[in-house]
């Protein structure tokens, strides 16, 4: 649906985006994670026609965004919701006007505005603040009405930048659910600009993660957990392992297969080999359980437990040696 090629954008002599290339699938929740500063919020804004760019291409449903007149940009803009991490909410209107504002500007009747404000603050869960104003809103009330605002117009796309960093953690997922919802009741394809790795596991099917103005990365949420690329240790960090005095530290990926089979009881059954298990977790990434656990077996006993992860199609990394 959306395709990108060989972007670049460039602020005077400064180069923010480097030779993007990037390719989302209709109907997905597509996550671009990286640290603050290395150009998601300007790839998001090339992406709605906010920001021109240098050089490459952006293609949405097949129409490159180069060759498109203002008439027929304005209109592709209107296909494409927006929410901010801010809300930019008119303080003085009422829940109501303020989801009506976008169809009041493209001149829709009175009658077809009343209809889908109503329909959509069902959808979002704050039918009861319809005639409030912002102020005397939550946080994710708040939020909630920027996201029926950017549905007002029947986007097939939403573009989110960074929706949920301003929310408190129980707040930040009511909006990931409702995002969820919104993605699989009315299959619109959604773009979520995060720095927060809680948001990639929580809603994402597949994710980029940039560093520096490029794409270090791209695939399945699941494809970049079971690969654990470098680019993925340096957003989340370093994970601090517990390691004995002596011994080799192995860390062994669980994949959504993997996760529900009682695969360390087998090891050491089957084996017949001891070892210790220094640490772990499981996680839930959107449909999906996934996790890593970590054990440390003696030097001598490193062939036979590889051997046996092999053969079961684990994926493992050594973490580390103290011998």
Same mark, same amino acid.
């Given at each position: #649906? ?13 180069? %923010? ?13 597509? +996550? ?15 992406? *709605? ?16 965004? *180069? ?13 494409? +919701? #927006? ?9 003085? @209107? ?44 939550? +946080? +994710?009330?708040?939020?909630? %009405?920027?996201?029926?605002? @950017? ?8 573009? =989110?930048?960074? /929706? ?18 919104? *993605?699989?009741?009315?299959?619109? !394809? ?6 927060? $790795? ?5 809603? =994402?099917?597949?994710?980029?993660? #940039?560093?520096?103005?490029? %794409? ?9 957990? $079971? ?40 090891? /050491? ?20 359980? $996934?996790? !890593?656990?970590?054990? *440390? %077996?003696?030097?001598?006993? #490193?062939?036979?437990? !590889? /051997? ?16």
């Amino acid at each position: #649906m959306i395709k990108i090629i060989g972007l670049e954008k460039k602020y005077g002599e400064h180069t %923010v985006l480097k030779d993007i290339h990037m390719n989302i699938t209709k109907g997905t929740i597509y +996550g671009i994670a990286g640290k603050s500063g290395v150009g998601k919020s300007t790839l998001l804004r090339c992406i *709605n026609g906010l920001e021109t760019y240098d050089k490459g291409q952006i293609i949405v449903d097949e129409k490159d965004l *180069n060759t498109l007149t203002p008439k027929e940009m304005k209109v592709l803009k209107s296909n494409m +919701g #927006m929410v901010f991490q801010q809300f930019v909410l008119l303080n003085r @209107a009422t829940v109501y006007d303020n989801i009506a504002l976008p169809m009041r500007s493209w001149k829709k009747s009175s009658t077809e505005i009343d209809k889908k404000v109503k329909e959509l603050v069902e959808l979002v869960g704050i039918a009861d603040k319809l005639y409030e104003k912002p102020p005397r809103l939550s +946080g +994710g009330q708040k939020q909630r %009405v920027a996201i029926a605002r @950017a549905l007002s117009l029947n986007p097939s796309v939403l573009l =989110c930048d960074e /929706a949920t960093s301003a929310l408190d953690p129980n707040t930040a997922k009511s909006i990931i659910h409702l995002l969820n919802e919104i *993605n699989d009741e009315l299959k619109i !394809t959604i773009i979520m600009v995060t720095h927060q $790795m809680s948001v990639v596991k929580s809603a =994402c099917k597949e994710m980029a993660i #940039m560093e520096d103005g490029r %794409v270090a990365v791209t695939g399945t949420v699941k494809e970049i957990f $079971m690969a654990q690329p470098d680019a993925l240790s340096r957003l989340i960090g370093k994970e601090e392992i517990v390691t004995p005095g002596n011994g080799i530290t192995i860390k062994i990926i669980l994949s959504d297969e993997i996760s529900y089979q009682p695969i360390i009881t087998k090891l /050491a059954k089957e084996t017949g080999i001891d070892f210790l298990v220094t640490g772990g977790q499981m996680e839930q990434y959107r449909d999906q359980m $996934m996790g !890593t656990l970590y054990i *440390n %077996v003696r030097p001598e006993d #490193m062939k036979d437990i !590889t /051997a046996y992860l092999n053969a079961k199609k684990v994926t493992w990394k050594e973490e580390g040696k103290n011998v």
